[in-house]
T-cell receptor
């Protein structure tokens, strides 16, 4: 089983739609979780950290369920500029090693 | 935010040559740097972790003699792909963290696209 697994995608949605991404992780000792965004042929950029209580940043809401080892990202009122690949990322160990999911591609259409 | 500069952004080389990639933290001291590799449509795979002044820790399956990592200063780490072959063609990305600030946050370089002919 992969350490971090995500919806395979791709997700093709119209502007203004709400879209949700899911992710599961296998190591119950994982402590920190993130969503990164990666544009085509570019480096990943941190979108938001994910906290146990859930957190929101504008149109983006992240949730963590430790019991189910499940992380989600909700994007409301999607924009064309949201088109990218969204990477679920888990911090492993004390060295700061990030484990990346394969990513879910989102295409927002006009 | 913190800036990590990676150079070169693109390399095309002949099989058998060695390629050096530099990763610099421009406005903070990077006590730890990470090197990743990403094949098309695949996730980023951690290759190795390097701490300033000590030997790098390689992930399972990554050949340390093939991928030489040097982290001689708090602002510079280098990855040398020795005797590169076509199967080494990939997108290599470095990241850096400053444990004096937030342990969990890594700042990524823009990546190096390596093509070995």
């Amino acid at each position: 089983r992969k350490e971090v697994e995500q919806d395979p995608g791709p997700f093709n949605v119209p502007e203004g739609a709400t879209v949700a991404f899911n992710c599961t992780y296998s190591n119950s000792a994982s402590q920190s979780f993130f969503w990164y965004r990666q544009d085509c042929r570019k480096e990943p950029k941190l979108l938001m950290s994910v906290y146990s209580s859930g957190n929101e940043d504008g149109r983006f809401t992240a949730q963590l369920n430790r019991a189910s080892q499940y992380i989600s990202l909700l994007i409301r009122d999607s924009k064309l500029s949201d088109s990218a690949t969204y990477l679920c990322v888990v911090l492993r160990g004390s060295q700061g090693n990030l484990i990346f999911g394969k990513g879910t591609k989102l295409s927002v259409k006009p | 935010g913190a800036v990590v500069s990676q150079h070169p952004s693109r390399v095309i080389c002949k099989s058998g040559t060695s390629v050096k990639i530099e990763c610099r933290s421009l406005d903070f001291q990077a006590t730890t740097m990470f090197w990743y590799r990403q094949f098309p449509k695949q996730s980023l795979m951690l290759m190795a972790t390097s701490n300033e002044g000590s030997k790098a820790t390689y992930e399972q399956g990554v050949e340390k003699d093939k991928f030489l990592i040097n982290h001689a200063s708090l602002t510079l780490s280098t990855l040398t792909v020795t005797s590169a072959h076509p199967e080494d063609s990939s997108f290599y990305i470095c990241s850096a963290s400053d444990r004096g600030l937030l342990l969990d946050i890594q700042y990524f370089g823009a990546g190096t696209r390596l093509s070995v002919l």
